[in-house]
């Protein structure tokens, strides 16, 4: 990959579900979910999510969803960027391109879960911040003894917000 120009944004659609799971798998250490999981990121939370492609090959993926009872906010499930495409704030524009989305004009805060040790989530969320000019503010949200019986590292809830509808944040 030498130009991030070439990769096109689009809202996924229910045919891309096993090839999102493909991109999840490549990326450790993410967690994979089943790929009925991701049949239903690309068509149930479509709107709120992002498919990024370099031609026709998913090179990037956002899921997301705004929660049910505060529209407010949008919680940011997994972000997946292949390894070839790492580097070009590819997963910054992904961000970016569903906050501008109309389903989003009411949203002020996003919020994500991210493991103490995943450095490029921490950093991602940390630049939007502060392209948002907004306050991050993170707590451990499910805890890797108590709530995963050790099997897991603790998730750390980070809300990032309030912010304003913006166009572009990259």
Do not use: M, R, S
């Given at each position: 990959m030498s130009r991030l120009e070439n990769i096109s944004f689009r809202t996924p659609c229910l045919e891309d579900g096993l090839a999102v799971h493909r991109l999840i798998e490549s990326c450790p250490p993410l967690d994979t979910n089943s790929s009925y999981?991701?049949?239903l990121q690309c068509s149930h939370f479509a709107n709120t999510s992002v498919i990024a492609e370099a031609g026709k090959d998913p090179v990037g993926f956002i899921s997301g969803y705004i929660l049910p009872e505060r529209n407010d906010t949008l919680f940011i499930w997994q972000v997946a960027v292949a390894e070839r495409a790492r580097g070009f704030g590819l997963a910054s524009r992904m961000l970016n391109h569903i906050i501008s989305r109309p389903q989003c004009k009411f949203v002020s805060y996003?919020?994500?879960?991210?493991t103490k040790s995943?450095?490029?989530s921490w950093a991602l969320f940390r630049r939007a911040a502060q392209k948002l000019s907004s306050n991050l503010n993170s707590s451990?949200?499910?805890?890797?003894q108590l709530h995963f019986?050790?099997?897991?590292?603790s998730e750390h809830l980070v809300r990032i917000g309030?912010?304003?509808?913006?166009?572009?944040?990259?």
């Open positions: 999981c991701n049949f996003l919020e994500t879960t991210i995943n450095q490029a451990v949200w499910i805890d890797g019986d050790g099997l897991h590292d309030p912010f304003t509808q913006v166009t572009n944040f990259q």
